[in-house]
């Protein structure tokens, strides 16, 4: 029987909950084997070959930037520069996820546990608010692990498991999601604009959102409702939002309470070298 699904009002795409404040339920689902022509599509093999030429080069060209970063990060926060978290990524296989620090140590000079936004430096602001702490997925790209466009990798406690049918190709750096909504959206309506993009997917597709991602790194995000709305109009009364079962094949995720890795470096990733620190999946 098909699900009966509607689109978000504009007070919901307002004010909608972050991801992190997701919970599973059976709310909105997509039917697999409806979205098998999609990912099937010859297109994606295309992605395969010039996905790692394309981040080879700008590893090369990027070379003195991603240098002067380092230095920066290492003498604002210190060594190591880079760390990273396990992502859910094509299939739900796992995957080291890198990133440039931007917090400093968990704890001060006399052991007291520092908050978040004491650990948080101006830097590592910036760098988070521009994604040049992103930079170094390059190297992700290249190794085959991500794409430069697709469903960004969510750590758990964002609703990686919801939504399986994000899972169907490699992440992206970037997405439709992103640059249409941000982190002011709910996991729902992330999952909606990349399920849509995925049958939508095409050169011209990937262009448009590399373009349009630029503009977010220098002003920012913002939430398109129109875009979000009409993901939600050209996906309801359709196939694909139609079963609520884990598809066969899938790393099944993980179960509550579990362990893994959550946000940041002492809140479940890892530091480069440095020992696995673990956190609740689902508090």
């Known amino acids: 029987m098909r699900r009966r699904v509607h689109r978000p009002s504009t007070d919901i795409v307002k004010n909608a909950p972050r991801a992190e404040q997701a919970t599973p339920d059976d709310s909105l689902v997509f039917d697999m084997e409806a ?63 890198y990133k440039f620090r931007t917090m400093r140590g968990a704890h001060d000079a006399s052991g007291a546990r520092l908050a978040d936004t004491e650990r948080l430096s101006a830097i590592g602001r910036f760098l988070r608010r521009t994604r040049l702490d992103e930079l170094p997925q390059l190297y992700n790209i290249l190794i085959g692990d991500m794409s430069f466009v697709g469903p960004r990798p969510l750590l758990p406690l964002d609703g990686a498991s919801m939504f399986p049918a994000r899972l169907l190709v490699l992440p992206g750096l970037t997405g439709w999601a992103q640059v249409k909504g941000g982190r002011a959206i709910s996991a729902h309506d992330k999952a909606v604009l990349d399920v849509w993009y995925l049958g939508q997917a095409s050169l011209w597709l990937d262009l448009k959102i590399l373009a349009q991602t630029l503009p977010m790194m220098v002003f920012g995000e913002r939430t398109e409702p129109g875009a979000l709305h009409k993901a939600w109009d050209e996906l309801a009364g359709t196939a694909i939002m139609a079963t609520d079962a884990w598809p066969a094949g899938f790393h099944t995720p993980p179960e509550r309470g579990a362990e893994c890795f959550s946000h940041d470096q002492d809140d479940g990733s890892r530091i480069v070298g440095q020992p696995r620190r673990t956190a609740p999946c689902v508090p």
């Open 35 to 97: 979205l098998a022509p999609a990912v099937q599509k010859s297109y994606w093999l295309v992605k395969r070959v010039y996905d790692p030429v394309m981040a080879a080069s700008l590893l090369v060209l990027l070379f003195p930037l991603i240098l002067l970063l380092a230095l920066v990060v290492a003498l604002d926060v210190g060594a190591p520069t880079i760390f990273w978290q396990q992502r859910p990524g094509v299939r739900g296989r796992p995957f080291k996820l």
